[in-house]
């Protein structure tokens, strides 16, 4: 059941995510943030790590270098491999400090991963 709900949303969910580690919220919510997205990764493996990619290559790279994003993806894909969490954190709050270093280029960052449309419906 739960599948049916976050497979056809999961691009979305994960681009809502990584805006959220961007700059979205605040960084005192970046723990919070991890654990879903550790746990969507879990659940979902390799296309979690798709979605994620799909999310950070949105970003335009006068926000974040290829290194950056790259060391972001790896932990994320070793986390869909091999289940070590500990590994995710630091990147993911490397990327979170490098799109919240001035108000440029956060705002760069929020309006490119910024969904165009939210549709909501109820999931019974």
């Not at 108000?103 to 969904?115: C, F, H, I, N, Y």
């Amino acid at each position: 059941m739960i599948d049916s709900v976050v497979l056809p949303r999961g691009s979305g969910i994960t681009r809502i995510l990584v805006a959220s580690i961007t700059g979205a919220l605040p960084t005192s919510r970046l723990e919070e943030i991890s654990y879903v997205l550790r746990s969507l990764t879990r659940a979902y493996g390799l296309r979690a790590c798709e979605w994620a990619k799909e999310a950070i290559l949105l970003i335009p790279s006068t926000a974040v270098t290829e290194s950056e994003s790259s060391r972001f993806l790896n932990a994320l894909s070793k986390l869909a491999s091999e289940a070590d969490s500990s590994a995710l954190f630091g990147p993911l709050e490397e990327l979170s400090d490098v799109c919240r270093r001035n108000r440029a280029v956060q705002e760069s960052v929020q309006g490119a991963l910024k969904p165009h449309q939210l549709n909501f419906v109820r999931v019974s």
